[in-house]
Antibody
Framework: QVQLQESGPGLVKPSETLSLTCAVS?????????WGWIRQPPGKGLEWVGS???????YYNPSLKSRLTISLDTSKNHFSLKLSFVTAADTAVYYC??????????????WGQGTMVTVSS | EIVLTQSPATLSLSPGDRATLSCRAS??????LAWYQQKPGQAPRLLIY???NRATGIPARFSGSGSGTDFTLTISSLEPEDFAVYYC??????????FGGGTKVEIK
């Protein structure tokens, strides 16, 4: 059974860097899938943040691209998100997800439980 | 960026009713559209991918249809556990992957 689990600080100060990690169990991140992040501000809809392919190629939401880094660590079977220079607008529940555009279920088929990150001084 | 517009924003129905949710794309997404269900305090759950394919474990009362710019999610007979928010999402042209704004199905 594939499971994703987010971890990281729940509170980040404005202008600092938000760092989250997603631990993957029951599946190797080296297999042909994308591993991504989606966020949801309180009471609002879903926004795709970005994804990393098993090959290491990255794909970012243009609205966040200048502040965003997503990386894959195959030795630890996890992937990470770093978002720099955060503001209150980055306050959201952050979900890590698996998705594919060519193998099996071609959508966000596996989701982590989500972790709430608040940007505040 | 492909914009997805969902309607209505809220659907007030009773258990046993048929629910019809709409998602319209600003340009063709071919059949590359998915639907998700989200309940309060939970992560979204995939229901339908590539417009009409039910994900693993999804009951047959959920069905998806459409192609190009107009898509529909139908719940044939609402169960109490189906009252939730539903989102559509496209993967035809990315980045960015985009979601619709959601439709809340509430108890009438």
């Amino acid at each position: 059974q594939v499971q994703l689990q987010e971890s990281g600080p729940g509170l980040v100060k404005p202008s600092e860097t938000l760092s989250l990690t997603c631990a993957v169990s029951g599946f190797s991140v080296s297999i042909n899938y994308y591993w991504g992040w989606i966020r949801q501000p309180p009471g609002k809809g879903l926004e795709w943040v970005g994804s990393v392919h098993h090959s290491g190629n990255t794909y970012y939401n243009p609205s966040l691209k200048s502040r965003l880094t997503i990386s894959l660590d195959t030795s630890k079977n996890h992937f990470s998100l770093k978002l720099s220079f955060v503001t209150a607008a980055d306050t959201a529940v952050y979900y890590c997800v698996r998705h594919s555009d060519s193998t099996g279920t071609t959508a966000f088929d596996i989701w982590g439980q989500g972790t709430m990150v608040t940007v505040s001084s | 960026e492909i914009v997805l517009t969902q309607s209505p924003a809220t659907l007030s129905l009773s258990p046993g009713d048929r629910a019809t949710l709409s998602c319209r794309a600003s340009q063709s997404v071919r059949s590359f559209l998915a639907w998700y269900q989200q309940k309060p305090g939970q992560a979204p759950r995939l229901l339908i991918y590539d417009a009409s394919n039910r994900a693993t474990g999804i009951p047959a009362r959920f069905s998806g249809s459409g192609s190009g710019t107009d898509f529909t999610l139908t719940i044939s007979s609402l169960e109490p556990e189906d009252f939730a928010v539903y989102y559509c999402q496209q993967r035809s042209s990315w980045p960015p992957l985009t979601f619709g704004g959601g439709t809340k199905v509430e108890i009438k």
